[in-house]
């Protein structure tokens, strides 16, 4: 039985996928549901990094209010988080520093080259590193 379930999102059909069915599966379990997005900014210049950070802050603000909107239809309270940096190692990380949630649910991603040898790299290195059960939504 789960308790508490972080869904990593980061806007893509995948990641969509992934927060159904963790939100399915909180409904289902009575579980507290949280999604965590990654925040990745490369920078050449601050006018670039100003432009850049106007475009992430609308796509977080937006990938929220679609997250928020899908967990209300299910009946679940979604409770939402942004980091900064890599996504991999920030959500390890997060994990690691919130050390109380049974279950990381994160989608498969459409890429190419065998999916990265099989899984894909972020999803890889989650399964290998993070301190809970890892479900990997396709």
Known sequence: MYKKILVA??????????LTEALRLA?????????IYVEESVAWNSQDFLVEKK?????VLDLVARSEAEANNQGV???????????ASAIADFLLSHG???LLVVGLNGH?????????????HLVEH???TVLVVK
Do not use: W
Request: hydrophobic share 35%; proline share 4%.
């Open 55 to 59: 475009s992430v802050d609308q796509k």
């Open 100 to 102: 109380d949630f049974d």
């Open 112 to 124: 190419s080259a065998l999916y990265h040898k099989i899984l894909g790299k972020t999803a890889n």
């Open 130 to 132: 993070a301190p809970c």
């Open 27 to 35: 409904q289902s379990h009575g579980a507290e549901a949280h999604m």
């Open 77 to 87: 309270r979604l409770i939402s988080h942004t980091v900064l940096g890599r996504p």
């Open 9 to 18: 999102n980061n806007g893509s059909e995948g990641a969509f996928k992934a």
